[in-house]
């Protein structure tokens, strides 16, 4: 039932905002299935791509995806991607799980503290070049999309919409999570069975939250998201830590 209901709820937020249901995918797979990180996190970035992948044709149906803005977002951040997928392969299972916490408080705290995208730190410049890259990087690592990251990129930098940039986050997201599963499938036994299962339970979660993301206010579905995502955070350390898993 947990990975039931774990599974949905990723599609469900990767549809409504572009990203934040990514980070939910890595717990369904060390917690729900009992899988280690060295498979969790790869098998995350299958299930995330396929999942984003549905939400991105959703809205590309709608017209939403800006598909020049969001390849070049691509080019930059997918070689970041490959190669933290590969140096994510070689580093201790417990260590990278305990940074992926770490990154689930960042991610949370961030969505509080940020009253819409519009309003969030401008990237110009260089600091776009590295600010692309360091998310390919995350996705590849630890198997987190950084939607909600791309998406705030895409508002500043690119000046697009809020509901453009969300779409077009998912089509970032695709590229990104297929370079860093790429970059580590090769070191480990990837259970497929059960990876087709979590997508084929996250898929539907994706359309419903294409839907009704266009009816609720962001700002709300935002503050609940990083409720969700630092009470998720507490709960990976206690796991860790407590080793019942």
Known sequence: MLVILLSFALGLLLGLLGGGGSVLAVPVFRYGLGEKPSTAIPGALLVVALTSLVGLVMHARRGRVRWRYGFGFAAVSLPGAII?????????????????AGVLVFFGLRLLRVRTVTESEGVAGSRFVITAAAIGALTGFLGV????????????????GVGEAAATAL??????????????IGHTTMPWDKLLLVAAIAAPGAVLGARIGERLPRQWLKTAISLVILALAGWVLWREWSGTW
């Open 84 to 100: 933290g997928g590969w140096f994510g392969s070689l580093v201790p299972d417990e260590l990278r799980m305990l940074l992926f």
């Open 145 to 160: 999309g950084g939607g909600v990251l791309i998406t705030s990129t895409l508002v500043v930098f690119m000046g697009l």
């Open 171 to 184: 089509l970032v997201i695709v590229i990104n999570a297929t370079g860093g599963l790429l970059a580590q």
